[in-house]
T-cell receptor, first 115, second 115 residues
Framework: DGGITQSPKYLFRKEGQNVTLSCEQN?????MYWYRQDPGQGLRLIYY???????QKGDIAEGYSVSREKKESFPLTVTSAQKNPTAFYLC??????????????FGPGTRLLVL | AQSVAQPEDQVNVAEGNPLTVKCTYS??????LFWYVQYPNRGLQFLLK??????LVKGSYGFEAEFNKSQTSFHLKKPSALVSDSALYFC?????????????FGSGTRLQVQP
């Protein structure tokens, strides 16, 4: 899983609660990504950031928010507006020196469950 | 738009036999293709990628993949399967023409190697 850490490993959310998933990387990568994984659906892009203080919505951004205040950190907040948050969440990062050719490296993931 | 198809949900192979996991893609420009492996409750590990050049790409753990432009395929292969190869495999594509830096993933293929 390289130099990418995600915490916690398991997270439980109560109805109406916002929860934040942590993602930190020490690879000096410029770009960071959040994906959601559901059984049988592969990975879907939630948000991505190419540079500090800038981020873009992915394919399923509704009910999620992010920030990128530091190069090494890209936290994801699952808001109460996300009605079906139960999934495995994966953070990834990549270096920007070779746009489109670069490899993305993934963290170990956070499993979010609803109480 | 870019897309990836993995037509088999599961592939079963006996240990010592060759294995193939299929992937086809659709892009507007030149494809950059990737294979990742995922073990239970873990993040994705990078196996190999095709950017340009030789159509046969060699990667980690004895895996290789063959890029076929006319068939728009990028099948993952290994000459002799190991029980420890049992995992979930994802094919992914990136197309510079779309301006989308994030990867588009297939739905995954579960490889089961029987002893």
């Amino acid at each position: 899983d390289g130099g990418i850490t995600q915490s916690p490993k398991y997270l439980f959310r109560k109805e109406g609660q916002n929860v934040t998933l942590s993602c930190e990387q020490n690879l000096n990568h410029d770009a960071m990504y959040w994906y959601r994984q559901d059984p049988g659906q592969g990975l879907r892009l939630i948000y991505y950031s190419q540079i500090v203080n800038d981020f873009q919505k992915g394919d399923i951004a509704e009910g999620y928010s992010v920030s990128r205040e530091k190069k090494e950190s890209f936290p994801l907040t699952v808001t109460s507006a996300q009605k079906n948050p139960t999934a495995f969440y994966l953070c990834a990062s990549s270096i920007s020196s070779e746009p489109y050719q670069e490899t993305q490296y993934f963290g170990p993931g956070t499993r979010l469950l609803v109480l | 738009a870019q897309s990836v198809a993995q037509p088999e949900d599961q592939v079963n192979v006996a240990e010592g036999n060759p294995l193939t996991v299929k992937c086809t893609y659709s892009v507007s420009g030149n494809p950059y293709l990737f294979w990742y492996v995922q073990y239970p409750n873990r993040g994705l590990q990078f196996l190999l990628k095709y950017i340009t050049g030789d159509n046969l790409v060699k990667g980690s753990y004895g895996f290789e993949a063959e890029f076929n432009k006319s068939q728009t395929s990028f099948h993952l292969k290994k000459p002799s399967a190991l029980v420890s190869d049992s995992a979930l495999y994802f094919c992914a594509v990136r197309d510079w023409l779309t301006g989308r830096r994030a990867l588009t993933f297939g739905s995954g293929t579960r490889l089961q190697v029987q002893p």
